[in-house]
């Protein structure tokens, strides 16, 4: 894989045709556990953490029209993984920088706080909002969409603008925004693009929008869209830590075609990613879950809240 120009999440193509994906067979469950790769040096509470247990369900056979139906996707391991050597956070550079850029009104966007506030709780290091963009301060490729009629930016002028605004500091600088983007004038749109070796990425939540097809919001607008915004957001972070998609349980990090199949992901990864992220980063698990079931139970998030409890009974129940 080309880690230099990284097109992530959901995206849709004008020149695909016929898929050419083979036909993806699920794991077993031993194909599973050896994926999480030995475990017996490891700390007890981390062992106990990566342990599925009854948490996790094996990644199912996919649907006609979901990502791996269209998709030839490699499964990486924990040892593909840490043989990979991707970036990790290291004294230097630790933070995680949030940028928003474009209009951010709080009637149609997710809070950039809590957004914030969940990336630090999942990748246990800091995160900082740094100030707005206005999408005239930065000279940046427009297009109409023939589709929606609809103004869509070039993420690679993006990218560019991102990578020279990098801080010192920042393990990874990502731009948010409710404005579409497209990657390439044969596509039709990308929800995110990010380059992986600069540590830059930019992630668009407009289409997560209901009304952005024309539909109604509802009543419960506010909690869907934080939720879908939160659940692309760690994703497309996780690749900026050399994650790829996973293809071994039902995980965050699976790769998504379509709106339903990404509602369908949970919004935790599961033990395989989980021992990728904490031997980049190195945090404490039963800390990570207890911040992130405190986020959940705030934000209304009640069954994710409910299932971090769950899981945080199994990791501990070994310390007894």
């Not at 017996?40 to 990644?59: C, N, S, T, V, W």
């Not at 706080?113 to 100030?131: H, M, P, R, T, W």
């Not at 972070?237 to 293809?247: N, P, R």
């Not at 959940?296 to 069954?303: H, N, P, S, T, Y």
Request: with cysteine.
């Amino acid at each position: 894989m080309d880690w230099g120009w990284l097109l992530l999440g959901i995206w849709a193509c004008l020149t695909v045709g016929s898929s050419s994906a083979a036909a993806f067979v699920p794991p077993t469950a031993a194909e599973c556990l050896r994926a999480i790769g030995p475990t017996g040096d490891l700390p007890p509470i981390l062992r106990r953490a990566l342990e599925p247990a009854d948490d996790f369900q094996i990644i199912p056979a996919p649907g006609p029209h979901d990502w791996l139906a269209e998709h030839s996707q490699a499964a990486q391991s924990f040892g593909d993984f840490a043989k990979a050597r991707p970036r990790r956070p290291d004294k230097r550079r630790n933070k995680i920088y949030l940028l928003a850029l474009g209009e951010f009104a709080e009637d149609r966007s997710p809070p950039i706080d809590k957004l914030a506030a969940y990336a630090a709780a999942y990748f246990g290091l800091e995160v900082q909002v740094v100030a707005p963009v206005t999408l005239t301060e930065w000279e940046l490729t427009t297009r109409t969409n023939r589709h929606t009629h609809r103004r869509q930016f070039l993420t690679s002028d993006i990218l560019k603008m991102l990578r020279s605004k990098l801080p010192d500091d920042g393990f990874c600088l990502c731009a948010v925004t409710m404005e579409d983007l497209y990657p390439h004038p044969t596509w039709n749109f990308v929800f995110g693009q990010a380059s992986p070796q600069n540590g830059v990425g930019v992630y668009s939540f407009a289409r997560y929008d209901p009304a952005f097809y024309g539909g109604d919001r509802g009543g419960d607008y506010e909690k869907t869209l934080l939720r879908r915004s939160c659940r692309v957001l760690v994703h497309e972070v996780g690749h900026l830590f050399g994650l790829e998609h996973c293809t071994f349980y039902r995980c965050a990090m699976n790769g998504s075609n379509h709106l339903q199949e990404s509602d369908s992901r949970p919004l935790h990864v599961c033990p395989v990613c989980l021992r990728k992220l904490q031997h980049s980063i190195g945090f404490d698990p039963v800390k990570r879950y207890r911040a992130l079931g405190e986020f959940c139970q705030k934000v209304g998030m009640q069954d994710e809240a409910q299932w971090v409890t769950n899981r945080l009974k199994w990791i501990t129940a070994g310390e007894h």
